[in-house]
């Protein structure tokens, strides 16, 4: 990967200071630490992208360690993702790969040394009594009547507890720290709860598992991670982190809160993401509309895109929200200088040259890339019959509408000035077909006496045109803000109903007959297009627009105000 020239924040002044001072012996070491209970999205990659890159740039490790301490939900699927989409990312995890849940003899011993301390106790309150006990935000909570119980005491039913002797939710094990504490975390917070559940790595050897708080700060201890950064709703959970890792006397990772990235007109939520797919309102985790990086894959985003608007965004201290235009900027600046820009007619409408040779086909020479002469050019067939897009006539045009209609010249890309003479249409009044004349003298788009035309289109030559089915897609969700609730209604009532419009047949240039899955181009006038990694095969193409050559909404929103 090209080192990338990476923004300073307030994260890396702090390490720089952290150096400066010759803190951790001069050492810096992150991690990123999903939970494998989903697939992973742009907010993760700006996380990832904030750990790994730190590593890079200062030479230090980044672990990747999957947080596999709740065994109900998390599943060898998403972990698997989970490696995949690191490293599409462009950052190497394979030899800094880790397990919580390759913790939990350790966490048992800190556990005990922490009873053995008059530092935790095994509670025997309901979770009801627990949470009535835990008092309100304007009173301070009540001592559990086990709180004060033996040391000794607690060390057998902790024991007893790993033995399997209690049900679930029977018995839990408590920090000692402070009932009345304004902040709730300290509020002899769960260490060890009993679960009587299979784990993907650990089988049934564990009945009890370590709450995320006591498991986390531990982890990172033992993995002598010096900068442990996490988005700021933990930020009440830090004292508790400091507390744990203080009364155990082992190394102390410094904790540093930053906003996690929320983005417009989509949801970042695991939860809610997992959602969409279990109810079938995307096709799975990789729907080219979900926010998730094997959704944005799939669509055609590429890694250093993605990359690059982490990097643009930035790393802050306050919530906002980022708006999806930003995302799309960063893959439209790459993909105009990067990908071959070909024809495409999405909407076809036939035109029929009355004046060019019956069987007559020719070559003429289009430009790939103009921004990048070094991609060269490459032949196109123009022959009596083509295809332009139906949007590009009107029969009776508006004001400002310079493209084809009835009398008038336009230019055909790369080809010859053509004037339609005729308009045909059946018997329902809908035009099928038009009748152009073209000027031979305007070969290549420029007229030798210097007529000028207000219009340039693409078209295809049709006896040579590919069809292609092409899928466009827009935001997953209408409102900006699909979070905020909607007057008490299901926040799926959001959801963009024209999130996908799909065209079964679409004629493209004869060039696009080697695309293989995975490749871009632009598809001039229409926007970047992917060919589909899955549902694309030789005698069918699939394209997914990545995203429109200009930003749609923003012209939309101009209109209506
Ligand atoms: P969710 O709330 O959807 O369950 P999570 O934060 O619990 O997400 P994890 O798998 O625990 O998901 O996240 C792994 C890491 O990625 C954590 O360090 C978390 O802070 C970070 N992260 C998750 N979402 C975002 C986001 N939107 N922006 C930045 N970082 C994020
Ligand atoms: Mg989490």
Same mark, same amino acid.
Request: charged share 30%.
């Given at each position: 990967?090209?080192?990338?020239?990476?923004?300073?924040?307030?994260?890396?002044?702090?390490?720089?200071?952290?150096?400066?001072?010759?803190?951790?012996?001069?050492?810096?070491?992150?991690?990123?630490?999903?939970?494998?209970?989903?697939?992973?999205?742009?907010?993760?990659?700006?996380?990832?992208?904030?750990?790994?890159?730190?590593?890079?740039?200062?030479?230090?490790?980044?672990?990747?360690?999957?947080?596999?301490?709740?065994?109900?939900?998390?599943?060898?699927?998403?972990?698997?993702?989970?490696?995949?989409?690191?490293?599409?990312?462009?950052?190497?995890?394979?030899?800094?790969?880790?397990?919580?849940?390759?913790?939990?003899?350790?966490?048992?011993?800190?556990?005990?040394?922490?009873?053995?301390?008059?530092?935790?106790?095994?509670?025997?309150?309901?979770?009801?009594?627990?949470?009535?006990?835990?008092?309100?935000?304007?009173?301070?909570?009540?001592?559990?009547?086990?709180?004060?119980?033996?040391?000794?005491?607690?060390?057998?039913?902790?024991?007893?507890?790993?033995?399997?002797?209690?049900?679930?939710?029977?018995?839990?094990?408590?920090?000692?720290?402070?009932?009345?504490?304004?902040?709730?975390?300290?509020?002899?917070?769960?260490?060890?709860?009993?679960?009587?559940?299979?784990?993907?790595?650990?089988?049934?050897?564990?009945?009890?598992?370590?709450?995320?708080?006591?498991?986390?700060?531990?982890?990172?201890?033992?993995?002598?991670?010096?900068?442990?950064?996490?988005?700021?709703?933990?930020?009440?959970?830090?004292?508790?982190?400091?507390?744990?890792?203080?009364?155990?006397?082992?190394?102390?990772?410094?904790?540093?809160?930053?906003?996690?990235?929320?983005?417009?007109?989509?949801?970042?939520?695991?939860?809610?993401?997992?959602?969409?797919?279990?109810?079938?309102?995307?096709?799975?985790?990789?729907?080219?509309?979900?926010?998730?990086?094997?959704?944005?894959?799939?669509?055609?985003?590429?890694?250093?895109?993605?990359?690059?608007?982490?990097?643009?965004?930035?790393?802050?201290?306050?919530?906002?929200?980022?708006?999806?235009?930003?995302?799309?900027?960063?893959?439209?600046?790459?993909?105009?200088?990067?990908?071959?820009?070909?024809?495409?007619?999405?909407?076809?409408?036939?035109?029929?040259?009355?004046?060019?040779?019956?069987?007559?086909?020719?070559?003429?020479?289009?430009?790939?890339?103009?921004?990048?002469?070094?991609?060269?050019?490459?032949?196109?067939?123009?022959?009596?019959?083509?295809?332009?897009?139906?949007?590009?006539?009107?029969?009776?045009?508006?004001?400002?509408?310079?493209?084809?209609?009835?009398?008038?010249?336009?230019?055909?890309?790369?080809?010859?000035?053509?004037?339609?003479?005729?308009?045909?249409?059946?018997?329902?009044?809908?035009?099928?077909?038009?009748?152009?004349?073209?000027?031979?003298?305007?070969?290549?788009? %420029? #007229?030798? @006496?210097? *007529?000028?035309?207000?219009?340039?289109?693409?078209?295809?030559?049709?006896? &040579?045109?590919?069809? +292609? !089915?092409?899928?466009?897609?827009?935001?997953?969700?209408?409102?900006?803000?699909?979070?905020?609730?909607?007057?008490?209604?299901?926040?799926?009532?959001?959801?963009?109903?024209?999130?996908?419009?799909?065209?079964?047949?679409?004629?493209?240039?004869?060039?696009?007959?080697?695309?293989?899955?995975?490749?871009?181009?632009?598809?001039?006038?229409?926007?970047?297009?992917?060919? %589909? #990694?899955? @549902?694309? *095969?030789?005698?069918?193409?699939?394209?997914?627009?990545?995203?429109?050559? &200009?930003?749609?909404? +923003? !012209?939309?929103?101009?209109?209506?105000?």
């Amino acid at each position: 990967m090209e080192k990338a020239k990476t923004n300073s924040n307030f994260i890396r002044e702090i390490i720089d200071r952290d150096l400066k001072d010759n803190k951790n012996q001069g050492r810096v070491h992150t991690r990123f630490p999903p939970e494998p209970n989903g697939y992973l999205h742009i907010g993760h990659a700006k996380s990832i992208c904030l750990n790994f890159g730190i590593a890079r740039d200062y030479q230090g490790k980044c672990n990747l360690r999957f947080d596999d301490t709740n065994p109900a939900k998390e599943e060898s699927e998403y972990v698997e993702s989970i490696k995949k989409d690191v490293g599409w990312l462009g950052f190497e995890s394979a030899s800094n790969e880790f397990y919580a849940s390759d913790y939990f003899d350790r966490l048992y011993q800190y556990a005990r040394e922490l009873i053995q301390k008059g530092k935790a106790y095994v509670c025997e309150l309901s979770p009801e009594e627990i949470r009535d006990y835990r008092g309100s935000l304007t009173e301070g909570g009540k001592n559990s009547p086990c709180r004060d119980r033996l040391v000794k005491e607690s060390l057998d039913l902790f024991t007893r507890m790993k033995d399997g002797e209690f049900p679930e939710g029977s018995k839990v094990l408590r920090a000692k720290i402070d009932m009345s504490s304004p902040n709730f975390n300290l509020r002899d917070p769960a260490l060890y709860r009993i679960k009587k559940a299979g784990h993907h790595r650990t089988g049934n050897k564990w009945c009890i598992y370590p709450m995320y708080d006591f498991a986390h700060c531990l982890s990172d201890s033992l993995e002598g991670i010096t900068h442990s950064i996490c988005t700021l709703e933990f930020e009440n959970n830090r004292p508790l982190y400091d507390w744990i890792l203080d009364q155990l006397v082992v190394h102390h990772p410094r904790q540093i809160e930053f906003a996690r990235l929320n983005l417009s007109h989509t949801v970042l939520s695991k939860r809610k993401l997992l959602e969409l797919v279990e109810t079938g309102h995307v096709s799975g985790w990789d729907d080219p509309r979900m926010p998730t990086l094997s959704g944005l894959r799939r669509r055609g985003y590429t890694a250093s895109s993605i990359r690059s608007f982490c990097d643009t965004i930035g790393v802050a201290k306050f919530n906002s929200i980022v708006d999806m235009v930003v995302l799309e900027n960063a893959i439209r600046q790459e993909l105009n200088k990067t990908v071959q820009r070909v024809m495409a007619v999405l909407q076809p409408l036939k035109v029929v040259i009355v004046n060019y040779p019956e069987g007559k086909a020719e070559e003429l020479e289009a430009i790939n890339n103009p921004e990048d002469p070094a991609m060269g050019t490459r032949k196109i067939p123009f022959s009596k019959v083509l295809y332009i897009e139906q949007d590009d006539f009107k029969e009776d045009p508006p004001k400002k509408f310079f493209r084809l209609a009835p009398g008038r010249e336009v230019r055909l890309r790369y080809a010859y000035f053509i004037k339609c003479l005729e308009v045909i249409k059946d018997k329902t009044g809908r035009i099928i077909e038009l009748h152009c004349s073209y000027d031979p003298a305007t070969r290549g788009g %420029d #007229s030798p @006496d210097g *007529r000028k035309v207000k219009a340039t289109l693409h078209w295809v030559a049709a006896e &040579k045109s590919l069809k +292609a !089915k092409i899928r466009l897609y827009d935001y997953l969700f209408t409102e900006r803000d699909p979070n905020k609730a909607l007057d008490g209604q299901d926040w799926k009532a959001g959801l963009n109903p024209k999130s996908l419009e799909v065209i079964d047949e679409c004629y493209l240039e004869p060039s696009l007959n080697n695309a293989q899955p995975g490749q871009r181009y632009q598809f001039e006038r229409k926007g970047y297009f992917c060919v %589909d #990694s899955l @549902d694309s *095969r030789d005698s069918s193409l699939v394209f997914n627009r990545i995203v429109s050559l &200009k930003d749609e909404w +923003a !012209k939309i929103e101009k209109k209506t105000n």
